[in-house]
């Protein structure tokens, strides 16, 4: 019990999960997110906003080797929800809500797929949740594979360049950012998401094809 309870403490402590954990911690992370169906809660985002300001202000990683890191990890991540997807299919949306099986993320992943096809893959990096399940969803509803791996490469990078690397240049650009880095996250994430909105308000003001 001991060490789940360490786990959450370093979760609520970014700063103490960067110096401890590193490399590796952040990479898993990211990997288990966006590739593993129990890693739906992990916050993806404000870590990556967290690290950016932090890595700024005390060099504690090096960025570049983080940013290739990470990316790897988010595309590697996708890719392993999409043959989730793949092999296991319809028997998912079967299966029984339990401690770590959401189905109802994976049913919130499946509309948003409906809507957005293909870009789901793209666009479903900015929205916590939904990036776990929509390549798993992906999978299973067959997308073309070298299509979800246009996206899933394009994302992955996207995600993470405009999270961790906007950070840190933000982290740069403003002094002592890191004594206030929930500020940071906030604003950061907040301007993550416009895109998905912006797209979300687009398509409902497109004029309904089925009437």
């Given at each position: 019990?001991?060490?789940?309870?360490?786990?959450?403490?370093y979760l609520g402590?970014?700063?103490?999960?960067?110096?401890?954990?590193?490399?590796?911690?952040?990479?898993?992370?990211?990997?288990?997110?966006?590739?593993?169906?129990?890693?739906?809660?992990?916050?993806?985002?404000?870590?990556?906003?967290?690290?950016?300001?932090?890595?700024?202000?005390?060099?504690?990683?090096?960025?570049?080797?983080?940013?290739?890191?990470?990316?790897?990890?988010?595309?590697?991540?996708?890719?392993?929800?999409?043959?989730?997807?793949?092999?296991?299919?319809?028997?998912?949306?079967?299966?029984?809500?339990?401690?770590?099986?959401?189905?109802?993320?994976?049913?919130?992943?499946?509309?948003?797929?409906?809507?957005?096809?293909?870009?789901?893959?793209?666009?479903?990096?900015?929205?916590?949740?939904?990036?776990?399940?929509?390549?798993?969803?992906?999978?299973?509803?067959?997308?073309?594979?070298?299509?979800f791996l246009l996206?899933?490469?394009?994302?992955?990078?996207?995600?993470?360049?405009?999270?961790?690397?906007?950070?840190?240049?933000?982290?740069?650009?403003?002094?002592?950012?890191?004594?206030?880095?929930?500020?940071?996250?906030?604003?950061?994430?907040?301007?993550?998401?416009?895109p998905p909105i912006?797209?979300?308000?687009?398509?409902?003001?497109?004029?309904?094809?089925?009437?």
């Open positions: 019990m001991e060490p789940v309870l360490d786990f959450f403490r402590n970014f700063e103490e999960l960067i110096r401890a954990g590193g490399y590796v911690a952040l990479t898993a992370i990211i990997f288990v997110e966006t590739g593993l169906l129990i890693g739906f809660f992990l916050p993806g985002d404000s870590l990556l906003v967290a690290a950016g300001v932090l890595i700024a202000a005390t060099g504690l990683l090096n960025i570049w080797v983080l940013a290739a890191l990470l990316c790897t990890a988010a595309i590697v991540g996708d890719t392993v929800g999409y043959w989730i997807g793949a092999k296991a299919g319809p028997r998912l949306f079967s299966r029984e809500k339990s401690l770590f099986f959401a189905k109802d993320h994976l049913i919130k992943a499946e509309r948003f797929y409906t809507k957005y096809g293909a870009k789901t893959i793209l666009l479903a990096r900015w929205v916590p949740i939904v990036r776990t399940f929509a390549p798993v969803v992906a999978g299973a509803a067959r997308m073309h594979y070298p299509t996206f899933n490469v394009v994302g992955g990078v996207t995600w993470i360049g405009s999270l961790l690397i906007g950070s840190y240049f933000l982290g740069q650009l403003i002094p002592d950012l890191e004594k206030n880095v929930h500020i940071a996250v906030a604003v950061v994430v907040l301007l993550s998401i416009l912006i797209e979300y308000l687009k398509a409902r003001r497109e004029p309904d094809a089925s009437r």
